[in-house]
């Protein structure tokens, strides 16, 4: 069945760092992935949108990466502010109706 | 900007209620996702629509129903309220790729 990870321990770094997160999938070839923020109590807000042919995405201090052989999106959020701090959510696209496939999320706290 | 507007923020209803869950949008879009969030297992799609009187089962539609009448109005039904359905509800539209949330309904059934 298709499946989608990822890290489900929260990630604290110091604000001014790069955070890195990881979205890994298996039985699956989708023709894009997005990533949602959302903050607590609230629904998710879309961030990004990369395509399966394309490598690399950016907009403004975030940078998504695709990589459909190894099945991994890397998304970067460089010089963090604790404005940063919520749940970050991967999605897949998984045909018909334009479906998508959530990961359970990665909360990244961002640290003065 | 997308507004997806739900009609509780949050609700207590108790085993054995029918319970109502509504949405809606201002955009004239055509698909729209009803999810139910819980901790550690992320977004799970109950029910879509993708056009008014049309929809299909998602991944977990047991104890749900839904209605779409008009198309800025999407409805979730629960026919008959259990405790296994507390959880948070939300409600989503999409174009053409992305999806719009709205702020979600926090449901405690007692």
């Known amino acids: 069945s298709q499946k989608i990870e990822q890290n489900s321990e929260a990630l604290n770094i110091q604000e001014g760092k790069t955070a890195t997160l990881t979205c890994n999938y298996t039985n699956y070839s989708p023709a894009y992935l997005q990533w949602y923020r959302q903050d607590p109590g609230r629904g998710p807000v879309f961030l990004l949108l990369?395509?399966?042919?394309?490598k690399e995405k950016r907009k403004e201090r975030l940078k998504v990466t695709f990589d459909t052989t190894l099945k991994q999106s890397l998304f970067h959020i460089t010089a963090s502010q604790p404005a940063d701090s919520a749940t970050y959510l991967c999605?897949?696209?998984?045909?018909?109706?334009?479906?998508?496939?959530f990961g359970a999320g990665t909360r990244l706290a961002v640290h003065p | 900007d997308v507004k997806v507007t739900q009609s509780s923020r949050y609700l207590v209803k108790r085993t054995g209620e029918k319970v109502f869950l509504e949405c809606v949008q201002d955009m004239d879009h055509e698909n729209m996702f009803w999810y139910r969030q819980d901790p550690g297992l992320g977004l799970r799609l109950i029910y879509f629509s993708y056009d008014v009187k049309m929809k299909e089962k998602g991944d977990i539609p047991e104890g749900y129903s839904v209605s779409r009448e008009k198309k800025e109005r999407f409805s979730l039904i629960l026919e008959s309220a259990s405790t296994n359905q507390t959880s948070m509800y939300l409600c989503?539209?999409?174009?053409?790729?992305?999806?719009?949330f709205g702020p979600g309904t926090r449901l405690l059934v007692l």
């Open positions: 999605a897949l696209d998984r045909g018909g109706y334009n479906k998508l496939i």
């Open positions: 990369i395509r399966e042919n394309e």
């Open positions: 989503a539209t999409q174009v053409p790729e992305t999806q719009y």
